[in-house]
């Protein structure tokens, strides 16, 4: 037996389906999830020593791959003076300066310990600062567990063929409304419908939960005018795509600027940490200025706080996301021209380092069109490519993600495991 299959045999007895978090089951695709025990740049390493390239990078923050020694020797400096204060540093300061610097849509932040919180939090401060309760979300977009949100999100829950979740109370998904992501027509008609009522919109700029699907042209712009119309908060959830997709976010590739932005990921280079920030005036209404609650003892976190910092000045280097960017559209084009010549319909998305694959001719644009890709496809690809040395996201509805440790090299072998690994879906057809 593998060391995989009996650490997961054994975690099931202990750990409600064996993970801490439900897509790491492989519930989507079938088979035995890898435990991993070590990670060097673009490279990971399971419990039996089988070494694999890495396209998950911890779901996004490891914008500069595993292990990098800048960030490595900022977390050993932080850790040497103490793991958590529960009180103000320095550091906080400097973080917040560099947010609001790379962000300038935000003017004040606040720090929490995951996106879940920050988008929570976010949505508590739209509907203290507007005094409404309804919010809009989109069909496949996910923004965290808590309660509000949990209603038709993407990700994890459409791998385990679920709309929502349970434990919801229908009284407050009742306070939800959705829409498909890019459908126009149905925004326009939600605010026709709502408009007075809505205290928020929050969306993902770029949908990163459904795989990874870009707004239509002026999607977001529509969204911008809606709600500066009606008085409503727009929250970007940028936790996946902040300093992911460029420096300053799906906000300044667009130049769309939200009343709000949540952060994550990146801004803590691997370690837990989120934010959310805004205006003044919405960001006012938080205690201890104003009426709307929310705390953490764990916010801030020096040793979060300094790899994140870390992360994110390596990521201010000249050039970095332009050949992020170009690194990611060689390898995933590259793999979706292999697919092609092999017989399957398929296409790649990316913007600067995350991705999406899919099996279908083109791009999908909503969560039903996603649907449509060819599942089974996918997860022959995911297993044949498992058994190459080669670790794509566990679902066929997640982004992936290249760090800057992806080289030549490692895309190199990426494409010669997945030509071989089409080969052998053709042979099985």
């Not at 003017?107 to 879940?116: D, M, Y």
């Amino acid at each position: 037996m593998s060391r995989n299959q009996e650490l997961f045999d054994r975690s099931r007895h202990l750990i409600p389906g064996g993970v801490n978090s439900p897509v790491r089951a492989f519930g989507g695709v079938g088979g035995v999830p890898r435990f991993f025990q070590r990670g060097q740049g673009p490279h990971v390493y399971d419990a039996d020593g089988k070494r694999y390239i890495d396209y998950v990078c911890s779901w996004g923050p490891l914008l500069h791959g595993h292990a990098h020694p800048v960030v490595l020797e900022a977390v050993r400096a932080a850790m040497e003076k103490g793991l958590s204060f529960g009180a103000p540093t320095g550091l906080e300061l400097e973080m917040a300066e560099l947010l609001t610097e790379l962000v300038p849509s935000i003017e004040q932040v606040r720090l929490t310990s995951s996106g879940t919180e920050a988008t929570m939090s976010a949505i508590r401060v739209a509907r203290g600062f507007t005094g409404r309760s309804r919010i809009l979300k989109f069909d496949g977009c996910y923004h965290g567990h808590s309660d509000s949100l949990l209603v038709k999100a993407g990700s994890g829950l459409l791998t385990f063929g679920q709309p929502s979740s349970g434990g919801v109370p229908a009284e407050l998904a009742a306070l939800t409304t959705v829409v498909d992501y890019n459908d126009a027509a149905a925004v326009r008609a939600a605010f026709d419908q709502y408009g007075h009522e809505l205290a928020a919109v929050i969306v993902e700029p770029i949908a990163g939960n459904m795989n990874f699907v870009l707004p239509d042209p002026g999607f977001l712009q529509l969204l911008r005018d809606l709600c500066t119309q009606h008085g409503t908060v727009l929250i970007f959830d940028e936790v996946m795509t902040g300093f992911r997709v460029a420096l300053g976010g799906v906000q300044a590739l667009y130049g769309i600027t939200p009343d709000m932005t949540t952060l994550g990921k990146v801004i803590g280079g691997g370690l837990p940490i989120a934010a959310f920030g805004g205006r003044r005036d919405i960001m006012s209404c938080l205690a201890p200025l104003g009426s709307v609650y929310q705390a953490g003892t764990l916010s801030g976190n020096p040793v979060a706080v300094s790899a994140g910092l870390a992360t994110l000045h390596l990521a201010q280097e000249e050039g970095f996301h332009v050949a992020l960017g170009e690194r990611t559209r060689e390898v995933t084009e590259g793999i979706a021209a292999l697919g092609r010549a092999a017989g399957f319909p398929m296409c790649a998305v990316s913007v600067g380092g995350m991705f999406g694959l899919f099996f279908r001719a083109t791009p999908p644009r909503n969560l039903p069109e996603v649907m449509e890709c060819d599942r089974d496809s996918f997860n022959r690809l995911f297993h044949a490519m498992l058994d190459e040395g080669v670790y794509l996201a566990p679902s066929a509805y997640e982004a992936g993600f290249v760090s800057a440790a992806h080289d030549g090299d490692a895309i190199q072998e990426t494409l010669a495991a997945a030509e071989r690994s089409f080969a052998r879906l053709r042979a099985a057809a």
